[in-house]
């Protein structure tokens, strides 16, 4: 298509340069643009020509997919036992649950999932999306626990695997970041006492690494307790994990508060909003969404630090599909899963962080240029 040119000519159209456009463009751009993306290229490209095909034989070609027993996996040539984690899923998805009773962690599990996933769409958020939580915790907390409805009643205890993780994290979540909202905006006050108290909170815990907070509250805690009280051990642990996250996202968002101009608070001071009115309305909304991408990095530390517990006696995903192992029956599949387990966690993860940057791409429309 011709273009008027200046003075009233017609110019010739003129293609790209062919190295800029289709499949060759985006190599150029992508794989091959300087040297060291060459090298790079040229060297990831060998590792997969050479790994690639060895792993599609060993994990599809090969596998043995279904075995009572792991004589089939043991063959000479036999590629992956999936056999193994076929037949110990609900030892790993479940732990320790009663085996007749597990539809209930089942239950609670797609409960939660239901939950955080109709929360990620902004358009239910709302003060009814608090009463599902509220409404939707408490059955899972009765779907777990039982002893009501006919349920047979199950400890604890005896909670592991999947749910156990996802309840932790959620949990540590839900009462995780109002804490930590409270201490950020305690660190900036201008009251010395409330200052100096969250400084020397949030730096005790950052101060010490999880796994002694979960055995002091484990261990320690108990001691100081009078004579015939006990706390339950789950609790405990919940509750050393939402303290040791609260500092963390305390020190998240600060950093967006101090990012906040200073003509936004004068803004809202000349309006006339009163403390708690101008840090909801004004300045935690943009603080908090300039934090988007920390703050769901600390919520995925906290899915995966939630292996920990095992120093308590918990058994999370990752370590209900370690005891699997035990079996003697089926040793020597560690491979399996592994890469089994960490494709759960792979799953979640990798989606929390693909939601933050949909969901920071959504509130930054309006401020983009």
Same mark, same amino acid.
């Not at 409404?135 to 156990?164: C, I, K, Q, R």
């Not at 400084?199 to 004579?227: C, K, M, N, Q």
């Given at each position: $298509? ?21 499949? !060759?463009?985006? $190599? ?19 590792? !997969? ?42 030892? !790993? ?16 599990? #797609? ?36 002893? #009501? ?18 309840? $932790? ?43 002694? #907070? ?23 642990? &919940? #509750?050393?994990? !939402? ?20 003509? &936004? ?13 101008? &840090? ?90």
């Amino acid at each position: $298509m011709a273009e008027i040119a200046h003075g009233g000519q017609a110019a010739p159209s003129l293609r790209p340069p062919a190295i800029e456009i289709g499949v !060759i463009g985006w $190599m150029h751009k992508n794989l091959f643009g300087n040297v060291f993306s060459s090298i790079l290229t040229i060297l990831a490209g060998a590792a !997969i020509v050479t790994t690639v095909p060895g792993i599609i034989d060993w994990a599809i070609i090969r596998a043995v997919w279904v075995a009572d027993n792991s004589a089939p996996c043991k063959v000479a040539g036999a590629g992956a036992c999936w056999a193994f984690i076929a037949d110990k899923h609900r030892l !790993i998805f479940f732990g320790t649950y009663p085996y007749a009773e597990q539809w209930r962690p089942l239950a609670a599990t #797609v409960i939660l999932l239901g939950l955080i996933i109709g929360s990620c769409d902004r358009r239910l958020w709302s003060r009814w999306l608090m009463a599902y939580w509220a409404v939707g915790l408490v059955a899972v907390g009765v779907l777990m626990w039982g002893g #009501v409805f006919g349920l047979t009643y199950v400890s604890n205890l005896d909670w592991g695997g999947l749910p156990l993780t996802i309840i $932790m994290a959620v949990a540590g979540c839900i009462f995780a970041f109002p804490i930590g909202l409270l201490l950020a905006l305690g660190r900036r006050s201008e009251m010395p006492i409330m200052r100096w108290l969250s400084v020397a909170y949030i730096e005790l815990i950052r101060g010490v690494p999880l796994i002694t #907070v979960l055995i002091t509250a484990s261990v320690i805690f108990p001691l100081f307790l009078p004579d015939g009280v006990s706390i339950d051990k789950l609790l405990r642990a &919940q #509750v050393g994990l !939402i303290l040791f996250e609260a500092a963390y996202i305390a020190e998240i968002v600060r950093g967006g508060l101090q990012a906040v101009p200073r003509g &936004q608070h004068e803004a809202a001071d000349s309006l006339g909003l009163g403390f708690f009115h101008k &840090q909801r309305k004004i300045i935690l909304p943009q603080a908090l969404r300039m934090v988007i991408p920390p703050l769901v990095g600390n919520f995925i530390g906290l899915f995966k630090s939630t292996t920990l517990v095992i120093v308590i006696g918990l058994f999370d995903l990752l370590n209900s599909a370690k005891a699997a192992l035990t079996d003697l029956n089926w040793r020597g599949f560690s491979i399996e899963l592994y890469i089994f387990t960490a494709a759960i966690y792979f799953i979640f993860c990798y989606s929390m962080s693909k939601y933050s940057q949909a969901l920071e791409r959504d509130l930054n429309k309006g401020t983009r240029r």
